[in-house]
């Protein structure tokens, strides 16, 4: 291993780096890269001081190293040794990590004769689950002898899994095993929503039209009703549920589901709330607390959290708590003297939040310092809230928010946080007054707040209405909720989040409704909306049996025939290709073997500073060999890159390079890495996009082409 290869006195101490997953998201399902990690546990020794360990290494050719330590009550040991596993004619097949649909690849097959007898040895490649695979062939291999073959295949032409499985026959020898690989799309899938009104004993059959121009085999629909227009729960939930990145605001609010929401609205094949799912949330936002008990943004310690997403994350610990989940009383503890700290403003300086604008950021219609000050209230009003939920309340601190600071803090969640706290600890005069301050300033927009929208807003006095006990301030709001909502895919996930706690406690209110369905699958739907999967049109009906009208909502998912062109949207994208001495190259023709360097550069219409995600999908064939920083690229090799922008966190995955960045129009933006091909064949070249985290509509990205790959 290079620990062996690499002498540490010739170099310098490098920075520490974190692991492949802080930007979070879900990457391919599966790949057909093998590795090896077994661990026995304690197991005791014999009065020999010997043991025996049994390790199940299955099918694996290679080197394995072996550590181990022991130890007693006042001694302790270890060692390490490699071991060579392998069979005695080896077969292997490198497959690229992944295809798109339609990619044409060659595999490259190689047999060693490693200890076997000599003769003729008959290998089989075959591919399954829509995979174009099928090679067989016999070879004369001697002892010692080795050999490569190139193996061609086809990718399906519809998103996957898919099996390969290879054998080898011959001289009284056997060997078969199995590889799993994904096809997936260079480009996202498209949602389709449509409401819709239908009256007591209306009946409505949807159309084969619904899916025009979505590949065949990849849309699912579903028609749901509610007796609230754009009020559905499910395909929020959904939504955030499938949401690809993971700061902690948004494994927060992906989160909330299964706190707000029943089981059915993500799906009968999830565990249950107090399970895996909130399990993993609630051990991601732990795994990011530091001593003081701040949270960081994307890491320990990165103070790049507001105030606000530090509260917002202890809210979030408290609920999954009482919900089952284990959240240790330590972590509790010590998030809550953090809130308690940020109730006062002179206390911010005790946590390590984001406690005043970075001096690169630039603002729309205010100073940096009229920022600090306004992140540093609604950090404050939101953790008074908090302190009264978790039972630390400071009844005087709300009072005095509710009595002074009003005057100065214009956003109705704040208001309606602070309101909240005071009905919480049992000022209900001021809580109800708090309420209807908080409803004036509904509709009130803030562009330097990341978080805030009027629809969020709105969503979350809905919710801390009904929570405290004021459930008639919360009816009287549903109407504007119905007018303001948007299609689930055009939300950020605050506004998700929100709206689907508010929309859970709309529902618990309202009474059931009563549809037939006729040939439509029944999806559990849970708080007085039903939902049916629709698999074939034929003979599909659904009728209101019910005493009112309904809200119909039908929602089609599925994967566009083409993929996306180029667009700007308030984000301007491009995409350039080099060589590692800085001659820019067409990707169209490579070789195998070639290193390459991308670079994705854009500029933001947008004057004030936004965080924006930029996410380029690779094309099957090629790997990406490291990321490139801003100190990368100040001296050395690759200088020609240019500057390049500061990231928050940036991680070469499987299938796609990912970053996140804050920009503004005053600066164009850029990021790289380095990237090779590996596998010779002819793929789908994605474009590459970027996009803000909390404005779904400001977005850019490049249009898509195609690279082949000669062998060599």
Known sequence: DYGRLLDPNLGAPAPIEFGGDQIGGEGLTTTPIRTIALWSGVIETGLDGKATVRLPIAKFNGELRIMAVAWTDDAVGSSAQKLIIREPVVMDLALPRFLNPGDKAFATLELDNVDGKPGIYTAIVKGLQGLILAFEKAFTLGHGQRVIQAVPLTAPNVTGISTVHIGLNGQGYSFSDDFQIQTRNGWGPENRVAVDQQPVNGVFAPSPALLAGLQPGSATVQVSYSPFRNIDPAPIAAALDKYPYGCTEQVTSAAMPWLYADQSMVGKDKARPSDYALKTAVQKILDRQSEDGAFGLWRVGDAEATGFIGAYATDFLLQARAHGAYVPQEAIDKAMNAMRSMSRPDGFAAVNYQLAAPDYWRFMGMTSEQYTKQLRSRASAYALYVMAKGGTGDLARLRWYRDVQFHDEASPLARAQVAAGLAIMGDRARARSAFQQAIVMLGYADPNDWYQSPLR????????????????????????????????????????????????????????????????????????????????????????????????TVTVIGTPLAPPGSMSSGLSVSKSFYTLNGQRIDPSHLTQGDRIIVVISGHSDRAETRPIVVDDAL??????????????????????????????????????????????????????????????????????????FYRPETFGRTSGSRTVIAGR
């Not at 006990?469 to 909502?485: F, H, K, T, V, Y």
């Not at 490291?626 to 991680?651: C, H, I, M, W, Y």
């Not at 890495?673 to 590459?688: C, F, H, I």
Request: aromatic share 8%.
């Open 457 to 552: 807003d709105l969503a979350g006095v809905i919710a801390l209405a009904y929570e405290s006990g004021n459930p008639d301030i919360g009816a009287s709001l549903a109407s504007r909720l119905e007018n303001a909502m948007k299609a689930p895919s055009a939300l950020n996930t605050q506004e998700q989040a929100f709206v689907l706690r508010a929309a859970s406690d709309m529902l618990r209110a309202s009474g059931p409704t009563h549809v037939a369905a006729s040939n439509a699958t029944v999806l559990p739907g849970g708080l007085n909306v039903q939902r049916f999967g629709v698999t074939r049109f034929d003979g599909v009906t659904f009728k209101n049996t019910g005493a009112g009208p309904l809200w119909r």
């Open 619 to 692: 094309p099957a064939g090629f790997e990406i060999d490291s990321t490139l920083s801003s100190e990368d690229v100040q001296s050395g090799p690759f200088r020609f890159v240019g500057e390049l922008t500061g990231t928050k966190v940036q991680e070469a995955r499987d299938d796609r390079f990912v970053a996140a960045l804050d920009v503004s129009s005053a600066r164009d933006f850029s990021v790289a890495y380095m990237a090779r091909a590996t596998t010779p064949g002819d793929y789908y070249l994605p474009g590459a996009e970027a996009k803000d």
